[in-house]
């Protein structure tokens, strides 16, 4: 199964995951923890999926799965998450080896994609993606999960 197609499941999948169809609604950490665990499990070659999530101007780890153990807090500007969350950009990161700043929590990461979350305008939290594939995370990735983090914390969902 291709990518794309994995994302088009996905499309389908965590709507009824967080009760978007009505049958019942998760909370924002709830949203968070069935979002980690439905792409984690799509995607077995991920290393760690999570959320930071703001308080203070500070990013705090919420909701992940993985293999590894987070880092926190993150101050926004410091890391790829903190840049993200700062700048409120995707950023793809092909080899964090080569990332000015790069806060390593583990020897394992070789690619990163940090998507901030936004809710009312305001930023919530960021989705931290690692990878031990150096070049993982394309524009694909990006789409798809800019759609799916639309899909899961727009204001009609919450």
């Known amino acids: 199964m291709t ?11 965590i709507p ?15 949203k968070m923890a069935l979002f980690s665990a439905a ?36 101050a926004f500007g410091s890391g790829v998450c903190g840049k993200a969350a700062a700048d409120r950009e995707t950023l793809i990161v092909n080899d964090v080896c080569d990332f000015p700043g790069y806060i390593a929590c583990d020897s394992e990461t ?4 940090v998507l901030p979350v936004v809710q009312e305008e305001e930023l919530i939290a960021v989705l931290d993606i690692d990878s031990g594939k150096p070049g993982r995370f394309d524009d694909l990735d990006q789409h798809y999960l800019e ?5 899961v914390f727009d204001n009609s969902t919450s």
């Open 39 to 74: 792409v984690k499990r799509r995607f077995p070659d991920l290393i760690f999926i999570g959320f930071y999530i703001v308080k203070d101007q500070y990013l705090h780890i919420g909701p992940y799965q993985g293999d590894i153990i987070a880092c926190t807090p993150i």
């Open 110 to 113: 070789r690619s990163e994609i």
């Open 3 to 13: 990518r794309r197609e994995i994302y088009e499941q996905l499309l389908h999948e």
């Open 16 to 30: 009824l995951l967080i009760g978007a169809e009505g049958k019942y609604a998760a909370d924002l950490i709830g």
């Open 147 to 151: 759609l799916l983090l639309k899909i």
